[in-house]
């Protein structure tokens, strides 16, 4: 037997850092019906990419598609239950139980093939009750009826579909044809008097589809928020105040909510290209497996350091958190390598899941990708893409310094060692395969020359391919459909959030309840600009909890962001500031998923670790002020004043880190700790005097650390 070469170990340390990740409600099925499966989500995303760069079709029918497909293949791939170690058999009688459900729907269904066959549909002459008894109601009945049944009685097969989601799917198709098919006549009739009451029936299915898989996909928190934003369309006549509007008719609000005013509108608009672009490049990375050789490398370059794992943890989690666009997700796919490590060196597992969590989080505010979220802010303000990844810059790299500093500042208060240069990949080596980064250097160099955002990321996918054959994971025909496939199912979740999160912003058009709010975050305010951020701080918050990141801003800066630039704030500024706090949600207590997902793998307490990563993550709630007010943070201003900016907001979070970690140049007692929090609190203003106390504070604390003089001498000294 020949003996394994002693360098194979090393430089395979982030192995399976790229593996499909499945979630506990996710089916595995095999066979013909696994190949099938896979052959409509290599059809859902290489459609996408075609339809972006080939052949554009007409964006209601896209969106539509977009939409639709992905609630197809959502609801055959997720179940409604979480699936256990050991299958059952269903329930005896649960086929005979959805035979109503199946009917029903079937009806509609063929109703809908009649009207693609016929040429002819509920046009504006019929009758405002045409087809309610051969698609609407059938239609609303069955699914409910099939949603019911998943509910009470699963099927607890993993490996087999789940007949009451079949059902579903063909309703998802029903709901789709309708509105594709009238789409002409909804552009005018939808959100008025004259719309039908078939229109109506296939709106309302298509939500209560929507909500559903995204409670699957995403949680109840989204759900529940979607549903009280629903609820308040119709009670508004009878509450008070600013939530006070005149209520709306079940035709006219779902035919509204179905319009590109809502579930078609911005949301969705960034979910069909943005966002499953950038998806399918991440996928295509991780068929390459260039995301193991982001984290060997990170390894490679840190993990001999004071704490390295956990500074592999901030580099390697922040490169892939970037692409990615998940918190949660990133925890798992790189926390599983991290967090181990990080136990195994000296960290405590809520301390190693916090740091994995602040790392995973904070890629999603790390240019140029940002998790999509430059995206989606240029497509809502109307600010070039390029402005706004130049100045996230600055903030990004405050963000990561900060949370490297917690875990220096840590690996120096508990005297961590780092892992042995034995058990890390050789740094030579992989210093030789650098052109792996070429898919990104290629997708920001076409941004800045000029290239549509569409066109950059086709030609970034298309690099990472190219750049797979010079190395093992050479990506061929197979590698390719594989990535294709992955990134249908990375991409689900944010087709059902986005679409969800499309019903708040409908809502909030149709009412008018943002302009209210803004009105009531006026008064609040009393036109102090810094008393109105505060409260967008928290708005914005309680708005991305439980909540992926896309969601949460799209809908925060539907409430929040008019408010704030009719105060003078500028409109980049104001949606950074919202931006950042949406991502932050995810590690706010007593919400925090990307920290819970964190503290699963170190099986730590969910809370203490939220707690942990709160503080670990501290800078991103004082860097949005210091922005705020500094502009020169944001590459706003001369280059002696960004630099003077940088300088002191680099001494400001390491004040902060200090004053967290409980480390200085020495342990620190708590008055000191206080003392230097509030110095680093004093500098989110750059001015020449905060910069002397931030400063000064440092000395003096330095001073009594190395006992050059006693805290009494300070004392007089600050007199």
């Known amino acids: 037997m020949t003996a394994p070469s002693p360098d194979a170990p090393r430089q395979d340390l982030a192995s399976g850092v790229d593996n499909e990740i ?47 497909g992905g609630l197809v293949i959502g609801f055959l791939l997720f179940s409604s239950l979480t699936f256990a170690e050991e299958e059952a058999n269903p329930r005896a009688g649960r086929a005979l139980m959805l035979a109503p459900a199946a009917l029903l729907v079937g009806i509609a269904c063929v109703q809908v093939l009649w009207f693609w066959i016929s040429g002819t549909g509920v046009d504006q002459a019929a009758q405002a009750t045409a087809a309610r008894w051969s698609f609407g109601v ?14 009470l009685m699963p099927d607890p097969r993993r490996g087999r579909l789940d007949l009451a989601d079949v059902i579903l799917a063909f309703a998802a198709i029903a709901v ?13 009739r939808g959100g008025t008097a004259l719309a039908k009451e078939a229109d109506m029936f296939a709106a309302l299915v298509g939500v209560i589809l929507i909500l559903e898989l995204t409670r699957r996909m995403a949680g109840l928190a989204l759900v529940i928020i979607a549903g009280i934003f629903v609820v308040y369309s119709f009670v508004g006549p009878w509450l008070p105040g600013i939530l006070y509007h005149r209520g709306y008719s079940l035709t006219r609000f779902f035919t509204y909510i179905f319009t590109d005013q809502g579930i078609l509108g911005p949301t969705t608009a960034i979910s069909s290209t943005y966002i ?118 600055i903030p990004a790299l405050l963000y990561f310094v900060s949370v490297y500093f917690n875990v220096d500042l840590a690996a120096q208060k508990y005297n961590m060692k780092g892992l042995s240069r034995e058990e890390l990949p050789q740094f030579s080596k992989l210093a030789r395969q650098i052109y792996l980064f070429i898919p990104i250097i290629i997708l920001i160099g076409a941004l800045f020359m000029g290239y549509s955002v569409i066109r950059a990321g086709t030609l970034a996918m298309a690099a990472a391919a190219v750049v797979s054959w010079l190395t093992p994971y050479r ?34 058009a149709l009412t008018g309840l943002g302009t209210r709010f803004s009105s009531l975050l006026l008064g609040l305010a009393e036109n102090n600009q810094m008393v109105a951020l505060f409260f967008a701080m928290i708005v914005s918050i309680v708005l991305g909890m439980g909540m992926p990141t896309t969601a949460a801003y799209a809908v925060a800066a539907s409430v929040i962001a ?70 020169a943070l944001l590459m706003q201003g001369e280059w002696l004043e960004i630099l003077h900016v940088v ?40 001015g020449l005097l905060t910069d002397a106390i931030g400063i000064g504070t440092a000395l003096g604390v330095w001073a009594i650390q190395k006992r050059l003089v006693k805290p009494g001498a300070v004392a007089r000294g600050a007199d």
């Open 475 to 508: 990506m061929g025909v197979k590698e390719i459909l594989f990535a294709l496939e992955i990134s249908t199912k990375m991409t689900l979740q944010l087709v059902a959030v986005c679409a969800a999160a499309g019903i708040i912003v409908g809502v909030i």
């Open 647 to 686: 300088a002191g907001a680099l001494l400001g979070v390491f004040l902060l880190s200090s004053a967290v970690q409980g480390w200085f140049f020495g342990h620190l007692h708590m008055v000191l700790r206080i003392v230097l929090a509030a110095a680093a609190v004093a500098m989110i203003d750059s």
């Open 276 to 393: 499953i672009l950038f998806v399918a490049f991440a996928a295509f990375l991780q068929a390459s497996r260039v995301g193991e050789y982001f984290v060997n490398f990170a390894f490679a370059a840190a993990g001999d350091r004071r704490g390295g794992p956990a500074k592999v943890a901030v580099f390697g989690s922040g490169l892939m958190g970037m692409i990615n666009g998940t918190s949660a997700g990133n925890v798992v796919a790189t926390g599983s390598l991290t967090i181990p490590l990080m136990k195994k060196v000296g960290y405590k597992p809520q301390t190693a899941a916090a740091v994995e969590a602040a790392a995973s989080s904070g890629g999603q505010i790390l240019p140029p990708i940002m998790g999509a979220g430059a995206f989606i802010m240029s497509e809502i303000t109307g600010i070039a893409y390029s402005d706004i990844v130049v100045a996230a810059i």
């Open 562 to 631: 008019p408010g704030l630039i009719s105060m003078g704030i500028d409109t980049l500024t104001a949606h950074f500031f919202i931006f950042y706090f949406a991502v932050m949600s995810a590690i706010t207590p007593p919400v925090a998923l990307a920290a819970y997902a964190g503290a699963a793998i170190a099986r730590s307490d969910p809370m203490r670790t939220s707690v942990e990563s709160f503080k670990m993550g501290l800078a991103a709630f004082v860097v949005p002020f210091m922005f705020f007010s500094s502009p």
């Open 22 to 68: 499945f979630a506990a409600n996710q089916r595995k099925p095999i066979g013909s019906l696994g190949l099938f499966l896979a052959v409509l989500c290599v059809a859902y995303t290489a459609f996408h990419i075609g339809v972006m760069n080939l052949y554009p079709l007409e964006t209601w029918t896209y969106r539509l598609l977009h939409v639709g």
């Open 176 to 188: 789709t044809a309708y509105i594709i098919f009238h789409a002409p006549l909804l552009r005018l």
């Open 138 to 151: 059938p239609l609303l009945i069955g699914t409910v009826w099939a949603i019911l049944v998943a509910w």
